[in-house]
C-alpha cells in the first residue's frame, strides 16, 4: 500500500446532484477539477441487472453492511447504494454511488410555493431570484418532466388515476409531478423492449431499464467529456485538513467492492469543494473540528437538520394496481386548507402491497421544523444524529397528514387509511451546515478560505414541505455560479 499526494486545482468530495452541478461549472470556467466518490460507478447495460431490486435482493443495496432498514434479510457486505446510520429517534439513509441519490431516488423534482420557501430560508436566501433564476436552471440541469398523456393513460398507471379520482371527490389539489425520468425509456419498457423497472415500481435501489435521468450519465458524464474533470469511484475521503500553505489536503482511502483498502493517499488542492450530502459533509467538518484540523469551526455546525418525511398507506380503492406505474405521478399539494400544516403527498408503488385490496402508498412532506442536530462521538469517530421524536413540532406533522387522509377517506366511502406515520428512516434529511450561518452566500466556510459547501447540507432544516433534491440543486447552482469565478480566478492559467 503506497503513501503518496496527488494535486489538483479544484477537489469536489461527493458526486450527487451538488458535486456534478459543481463538476460541471468548474469544467466549463476551464478549472482542472478531480472528483472524489465512495461508491463505485453502475452502469446500465442491455441486460437490465446493474442494480438490485425489491424482488432481487442483495449487497447492492447496501454501503459496507449486512443490514438495511428497507430489508429483514442479511446482505453480503457490498459498496451497494444505500448507507444507513442509526441515530437518535431517526435511521438515517444516505446514498453512495457515482451519481449520489440521483441514481435512486423517486426522481419528483418538486419546488415549494413562495410561502413555503419564505418559511424554509428566512432571510438566508431570497426567493423571488430563487423563483426565477435559480429553480429554473436547476430543472434544466436536472431534465425533468410529468408523465406525459399516453402513458398516464395505459393500465400500469391505474393506481395513479384511481387515485386522482379519489382527490377530485375530496376537493383536494393536485398536479402531475415533474420528474427526473427519461419517458421514452418508459416507453419501452412497457413495449417490453427493455427491463420493467419504473412500470414494475423496481426503482428503490436504482433504475435498471435506464429511464431514471441520473447525473452520472448527464451532467457528470459531460463534465468528464470536457478532459478537465476526472471522477474517482471507491474512494472514500477519511478527513480534511489545512495543507499549511493556503490550500486543504484530503486524506483518501481507494477500495475495492467489498471495502478492502487497496491504497491510502492524499489530495491536495487550493480550494476544497465538499459536495458529500448532509451526512457525508456534517461528517467531515464535524471530524475535522474534532480532530483539531478545522478548530474554529462555527458552533452552528451539526444544527438546523430537519426530516420532512411522513410515510403513509390507504387500502379500500377498487379498481387499483399499486405495485405498478412508478416511480410516483402525482403531487397532492395540501398546502392551504390543512388545519395542521401544509402536507405534499406523493403516490409511489408498493411491491409487496397485498393483491385486490386495492392500496394506495404515499411519502408525504411537510414543512420540518429544524430541530435535529449532529453530535461528534469521538469514540466513534463519528456522527450521531438526533432527531426528538415526540416534540409536538414534529408530531405535528403526522397530525397535519392524518388530516388530509381523513378527508380522502370522507370523500371516498370503503377507503380508509392503514396508517400514516413521521419517518424513522429518512432520506430527505437536509441540513447541518446551514448557509449562512456555517457559511456566506457563496458556500465559503467561514474562517476557512478556499473551502466550500454546496449540498443539500446547507438546507436550514426544511424544503419548504416538499421532498428536497430540487431545492438542493437549485441552491447548488446558485452557490456554485458564486463561487466558480473566484476558484477560477486562483486556478487557471
Ligand atoms: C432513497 C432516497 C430517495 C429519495 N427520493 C427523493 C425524491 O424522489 N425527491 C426528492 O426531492 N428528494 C429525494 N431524496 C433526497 C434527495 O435525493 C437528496 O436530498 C439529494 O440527492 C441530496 O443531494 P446531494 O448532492 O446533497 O447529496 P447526495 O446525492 O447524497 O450525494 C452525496 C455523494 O457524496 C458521496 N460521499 C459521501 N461521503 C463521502 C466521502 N467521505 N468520500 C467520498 N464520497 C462521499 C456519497 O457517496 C454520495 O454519492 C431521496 C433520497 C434518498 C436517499
Not at 425533468?144 to 402513458?151: H, L, N, Q, Y
Not at 405534499?344 to 420540518?368: K, Q, R
Not at 381523513?406 to 366511502?413: S, T
Amino acid at each position: 500500500m503506497e503513501d503518496q499526494q496527488h494535486r489538483t486545482d479544484a477537489l469536489v468530495i461527493g458526486s450527487g446532484y451538488a458535486g456534478a452541478i459543481a463538476a460541471s461549472r468548474l469544467a466549463a470556467a476551464g478549472v482542472r477539477t478531480v472528483v472524489l466518490e465512495r461508491g463505485r460507478r453502475w452502469t446500465v447495460t442491455p441486460r437490465g441487472d446493474t442494480f438490485a431490486t425489491q424482488r432481487d435482493l442483495d449487497g447492492r443495496a447496501a454501503w459496507l453492511s449486512e443490514r438495511s432498514p428497507l430489508t429483514d434479510r442479511t446482505l453480503d457486505v457490498y459498496t451497494g447504494v444505500l448507507e444507513s446510520l442509526d441515530g437518535e429517534g431517526l435511521t438515517m439513509i444516505a446514498a453512495a454511488g457515482v451519481g449520489g441519490a440521483s441514481l435512486l431516488s423517486n426522481a419528483t423534482m418538486v419546488e415549494p410555493s413562495p410561502e413555503l420557501f419564505r418559511q424554509a430560508f428566512g432571510d438566508a436566501l431570497d426567493q423571488t431570484e430563487m423563483t426565477t433564476r435559480w429553480y429554473p436552471e436547476a430543472r434544466e440541469l436536472i431534465g425533468c418532466s410529468p408523465v406525459p398523456d399516453d402513458i398516464w393513460a395505459s393500465e400500469f398507471y391505474r393506481s395513479s388515476r384511481s387515485f386522482a379520482g379519489q382527490l377530485d371527490r375530496a376537493g383536494i389539489p393536485y398536479r402531475r409531478v415533474d420528474l427526473a425520468v427519461d419517458w421514452d425509456v418508459v416507453r419501452e419498457e412497457m413495449a417490453g423492449r427493455r427491463v420493467a423497472a419504473e412500470v414494475a415500481g423496481l426503482n428503490l435501489f436504482g433504475v435498471n431499464s435506464g429511464a431514471q435521468r441520473s447525473v452520472d450519465r448527464t451532467l457528470l458524464a459531460g463534465a468528464e467529456a470536457t478532459g478537465r474533470v476526472e471522477v474517482r469511484p471507491l474512494t472514500v475521503v477519511t478527513a480534511i485538513r489545512p495543507d499549511g500553505t493556503g490550500g486543504y489536503a484530503a486524506a483518501c482511502e481507494r477500495i475495492d467492492e467489498r471495502g478492502t483498502v487497496l491504497e491510502r493517499y492524499e489530495v491536495l488542492t487550493r480550494t476544497l469543494v465538499l459536495a458529500a450530502g448532509t451526512l457525508g459533509t456534517t461528517r467531515l467538518l464535524m471530524r475535522a473540528r474534532a480532530a483539531g484540523a478545522l478548530p474554529a469551526l462555527p458552533d452552528a455546525l451539526g444544527t438546523k437538520v430537519g426530516n420532512s418525511e411522513v410515510i403513509t398507506a390507504r387500502t379500500g380503492m377498487p379498481e387499483n394496481n399499486p405495485t405498478q406505474g412508478g416511480p410516483s405521478a402525482i403531487l397532492v399539494q395540501d398546502w392551504w386548507d390543512n388545519p395542521h400544516a401544509p402536507v405534499s403527498l406523493l403516490n409511489f408503488p408498493w411491491v409487496d402491497a397485498p393483491a385486490g385490496e386495492g392500496w394506495i402508498t404515499t411519502i408525504g412532506a411537510c414543512p420540518s421544523p429544524a430541530v435535529g442536530t449532529f453530535r461528534f462521538d469521538a469514540a466513534r469517530d463519528d456522527v450521531v444524529l438526533g432527531w426528538p421524536v415526540d416534540d409536538p413540532r414534529v408530531t405535528v406533522m403526522a397530525k397535519a397528514v392524518q388530516d388530509t387522509l381523513d378527508r380522502l377517506d370522507a370523500a371516498n366511502p370503503g377507503s380508509s387509511t392503514a396508517f400514516a406515520r413521521v419517518g424513522t428512516t429518512g432520506g430527505n434529511v437536509v441540513g447541518g451546515v446551514p448557509l449562512g450561518l456555517v457559511t456566506g452566500e457563496d458556500g465559503g466556510v467561514h474562517g476557512c478560505p478556499g473551502l466550500y459547501v454546496v449540498d443539500s447540507s446547507l438546507l436550514h432544516g426544511s424544503s419548504g414541505g416538499v421532498p428536497p433534491a430540487l431545492t438542493v440543486a437549485a441552491v447548488a447552482a446558485r452557490t456554485v455560479a458564486a463561487m466558480v469565478p473566484r476558484i477560477a480566478a486562483v486556478s487557471v492559467r
